[in-house]
C-alpha cells in the first residue's frame, strides 16, 4: 500500500506504470473527471470516475482484488480508507473471478484520510474499506485507476 500527494509524483519516476498513471492524473483539470472506462494504456491500465456520500465506518466492507492494482485518487472530498492483509481477514462473500473482487471483515492495520490529491495504491493483498466519512457523511468524488497485473 502506498499513500502520498500527486504533488510527490516524482518520488515514483521510476517505477513506469505507477508514474504513468499519476502523470495522467495531475494532468486532469481541477474538479475534472474522466470518462467511465478511460483506457490509459491499452490492456493494461483503464480508470473510472466515481461519486458517493461517505458513510460510518460501521456501514463499510474490506474488499480485495486479484487481477488489478487500484488507485485511488481523490478529486473532491475527504474519503478515510482503512487497509489490511487479504489474510488476516474473514472473508465474507467468495472472490468472484469476473469481477475481480472479494468481500471481507476484520481489524484494520491502519486507516489514511485522503483528501484533495491524495492517492493510494492497493495491492491484491492490500484488502481496502473505502467511502468512510471523517465526521459526518459529505460528498466524494474521486478516480479509481486499475493497473492488470495478471
Do not use: W
Not at 478511460?38 to 480508470?47: L, M, N, Q, S, Y
Not at 468472484?96 to 471481507?104: L, N, P, R, S, T
Not at 493510494?120 to 484488502?127: F, G, H, L, N
Amino acid at each position: 500500500m502506498i499513500f502520498d500527494s500527486i504533488r510527490n509524483k516524482e518520488n515514483y519516476r521510476e517505477y513506469e506504470t505507477l508514474y504513468t498513471v499519476l502523470c495522467y492524473l495531475e494532468g486532469l483539470h481541477r474538479g475534472e473527471l474522466p470518462q467511465p472506462n478511460t483506457v490509459i494504456a491499452e490492456h493494461k491500465i483503464f480508470c473510472n470516475p466515481v461519486s458517493f456520500t461517505s458513510k460510518p465506518e460501521e456501514a463499510c466492507i474490506y474488499e480485495a482484488h486479484k487481477k488489478y492494482i487500484d488507485i485511488h485518487y481523490i478529486v473532491s472530498g475527504k474519503e478515510r480508507i482503512a487497509t489490511a492483509d487479504v489474510r488476516s481477514l474473514d472473508e465474507t462473500v467468495p472472490y468472484d473471478a469476473d469481477k475481480d473482487i472479494g468481500f471481507y471483515k476484520g481489524r484494520a492495520s491502519g486507516h489514511s484520510l485522503l483528501k484533495p490529491g491524495d492517492f493510494m495504491v492497493c495491492y491484491p493483498s492490500d484488502a481496502h474499506m473505502v467511502a468512510m466519512m471523517e465526521d459526518k457523511p459529505e460528498k466524494i468524488e474521486k478516480v479509481v485507476v486499475k493497473i492488470r497485473v495478471q
